[in-house]
């Protein structure tokens, strides 16, 4: 027999049947209206004796009709009813299996309890740091926000390990201001381990899984102001939070696993929305989130450890970078990325993206990929996809506009499947004199191009160019109305290029080639 679930029991019930089980009766007399003022309060608690579960209450009454008496259980008459009491008020050690977690502690604080029984005031003119940290460190129950705005000057410091597992709620009303440098709430775990349950402690199952901000706002007013930065911990999982006018909005620092972000909007931030900051990361998922106009870029990952990487289902928008993948400088890299099912567009200015892969090791050797781009609508732009020293990539189902210079361009990279895509020009855009629309496969080894449609490539040699390419094979390709050419096939080794359709409807034979072929060699070429 074990206890199932206690809740929003009265703190004095709580530590007399505590004291029960710990036998000090001196200091409580336990009484059967103890059970009854737990169910009056809406306390549930369950037993469960072989396989049957049953409430406590019909349990007692069970016990009792197989003649056990109604009557208080005082200091001399406990010696009969306290070990079966025992039993169904804590957990039965004797019986439970090695491998079965620990309970998570009861709370003594009311489920309902918010910042403001710490001091909190919410005002938004008043420091409310001391008192929402005094409520974190307090790791009696979550930390609730009301309406309100907390105006905080440091960072709010969830040490996991010592004040167990925490969320951080509001219903979003409550925003939280951030006056200081650093983030405005800080997770602290102490997960050293990879994603597999072997590698994860103990303590991280108990008192650190999943801490959770949910329902609130984050604004910075310091140019050092941060949103969230977690360290060393398992399952952060972040939803329904908006961030605005910090540096970066989500921060993820040293090692992190299992990380999910939904249903957020990462906001006119001058620096990152979620910045991957040279850190040990395997899964983060992306999903639903609005993530837009951060100077620093979208989604951005440098350097680090980094696999499984999905972003699906977002708007990413006028992040001048807005996914960026860079493993330059990494031993490890990053690998397995999967990016679907978004819209993906804006600013034009210098160098920007919407997505660029950089897979180089140390030694610029193309080393990192497993990469899937699929199903986007990606525009307006420098280069709309461009993927750098990388290897195993597939491009396919996008949509694709509004390419200042490229709409693709793939260089130094090997194992590359581009598949039926949309590259046109779409006249109510206006873009005819301002985007080139190239597509460009440069000094790359190995590849697939089939099904790409490409439209109205301007102030290009060609509407599809490939330089210096080894064992790629194109075929079935339309390509329509681009300047100068339909395909420039230049110094290429070991191709197949045929049955594409290159056509041009009003340039004349003087100015317009279906192809133009430059060098290369053991190349079988057909239009």
């Given at each position: ?25 001196e ?5 059967w ?7 009056s309060q ?7 004796k072989?396989g049957n ?15 056990f ?11 009969g ?11 039965s ?23 403001r029984a710490?001091?909190a005031?919410g005002?938004?003119?008043s420091d409310?740091?001391e ?15 009301p309406?309100?705005t907390?105006?905080?000057s440091?960072?709010?410091?969830v040490?996991l ?5 925490t969320s951080?709620?509001?219903d979003g009303?409550?925003r ?5 440098p ?18 994860v402690?103990s ?7 999943m ?7 984050i ?13 060393r ?10 961030i ?11 090692r992190?696993?299992?990380?999910i972000?939904s ?10 929305g979620?910045?991957l900051d040279?850190?040990?990361?395997h899964q983060?998922?992306?999903s ?22 999905h972003?699906?289902?977002c708007?990413l ?5 807005n ?25 034009g200015?210098?160098?920007?993206a919407n ?15 497993l990469?899937t781009?699929?199903n986007?609508?990606l ?7 461009d993927?750098?020293q ?8 996008n ?11 793939v ?10 895509n ?16 190239a597509?460009?496969f440069r ?5 697939t ?23 790629f ?46 060098g ?8």
């Open positions: 027999m074990s206890i199932c679930h206690f809740a929003r029991a009265d703190a004095n019930i709580l530590l007399a049947l505590k004291a029960f089980a710990e036998q000090k009766i200091k409580y007399d336990v009484s209206y103890v059970f009854r003022r737990l169910a809406g306390a549930t608690i369950t037993v469960h072989r579960v049953m409430s406590l209450d019909q349990f007692l009454r069970d016990r009792m009709n197989r003649n008496k109604h009557r208080a259980c005082s200091r001399s008459q406990t010696t009813l306290r070990p079966m009491l025992l039993a169904i008020i804590v957990m050690v004797s019986l439970a299996n090695a491998d079965e977690p620990e309970p998570i502690p009861l709370t003594m604080v009311d489920v309902d309890t918010t910042v710490f001091g005031g005002d938004g003119v409310d740091t008192a929402i940290q005094n409520a974190i460190n307090a790791g009696s129950t979550a930390i609730r926000l309406r309100g907390y105006r905080i440091k960072p709010l410091v040490d390990d010592k004040v167990g597992v951080i709620v509001g009303t409550a939280i201001m951030m006056t200081g650093g983030p405005a709430i800080r997770f602290v775990g102490t997960h050293q381990g990879t994603a597999s349950p072997k590698t402690k303590n991280v199952w108990q008192k650190e899984r801490p959770l901000v949910d329902g609130i706002e604004i910075g007013t310091h140019d050092e102001a941060d949103g969230i930065e977690a360290v911990t398992m399952q952060l999982t972040i939803s329904r939070v908006i605005r006018h910090t540096r970066h909005a989500i921060h993820l620092v040293e992190n696993r299992n990380v972000l249903d957020c909007h990462l906001y006119e931030n001058h620096g990152v979620v910045f040279n850190v040990d990361l983060i998922n992306l639903a989130c609005h993530v837009s106009y951060n100077d620093g870029g979208g989604f951005v990952s440098k350097g680090g450890n980094v696999r499984n990487i972003i699906s289902g708007d928008e006028a992040n001048v970078q996914v960026l993948i860079d493993s330059d400088g990494s031993k490890y890299g990053t690998a397995e990325v999967a990016i679907t099912g978004c819209t993906i567009q804006h600013s200015g210098p160098g920007s997505v660029r892969f950089i897979g180089a090791n140390p030694e610029g050797e193309r080393c990192w990929g990469v781009i699929a986007n609508i525009s307006d732009v420098e280069t709309n996809i993927i750098q990388a290897r195993d990539v597939i491009i396919n189902g949509t694709i506009s509004s390419g200042y210079k490229f709409n693709l361009r260089e130094d990279s090997m194992n590359v499947v581009v598949g039926p949309v590259l046109a020009r779409n006249p109510p855009y206006r873009d005819e004199d301002t985007c080139d629309n597509v460009l000094n790359c080894n190995g590849g191009i089939t099904g790409l449609h490409v439209h109205e490539t301007r102030r290009t040699e060609a509407g599809i160019m490939l330089d210096a390419c080894r064992r094979h194109m075929t079935g390709c339309t390509v329509l109305d681009c300047d100068n050419a339909g395909l420039l096939l230049k110094n290429l080794e070991d191709c197949q290029i045929t049955g594409n359709m290159l056509r041009h409807g009003t340039a004349t034979k003087e100015k317009w080639q279906p192809m133009i072929v430059l290369g060699r053991e190349t079988k070429i057909a239009p």
